[in-house]
């Protein structure tokens, strides 16, 4: 697990105080070097989420990492479940194949930098 990973995680159990967890680096799926953590998805299952649509979740989250997606991340997939949603349906969604959009941002460089900083 590297670097942006770890904070990924300390600062969605900090703030949303999940019951489940899942942050899966994507970035080997992507036209990025080996080794690079720029492309995450995240499972967050909090109580936290109970009455808000998922616009409000997936803000909730983004603010929470409002940080690393101006500076490392390039793209973050986001579900985010209430417990009863878990509970009934729990899978993670499958990422769609990389179409190769990395490529063509010229701020990936800075990105890959930043994160390995």
């Excluded at 803000?59 to 509970?87: D, F, G, M, Y």
Aim: aromatic share 2%.
């Amino acid at each position: 697990m590297g670097p942006v990973e770890t904070t990924i995680r300390a600062k969605l159990t900090q703030t949303l105080k999940p019951e489940h967890l899942e942050v899966i680096n994507e970035s080997h799926m992507h036209a990025v070097p080996a080794g690079s953590e720029s492309h995450f998805r995240v499972l967050v299952v909090s109580p936290q989420f109970e009455g808000l649509s998922l616009l409000q979740r997936h803000r909730l989250v983004n603010e929470t990492l409002r940080e690393e997606l101006s500076n490392c991340i390039h793209a973050l997939a986001i579900q985010a479940k209430t417990p009863q949603q878990w509970s009934s349906n729990p899978s993670l969604a499958k990422s769609p194949p990389c179409m190769g959009g990395s490529k063509h941002d010229n701020t990936m460089a800075e990105k890959l930098k930043a994160g390995r900083d």
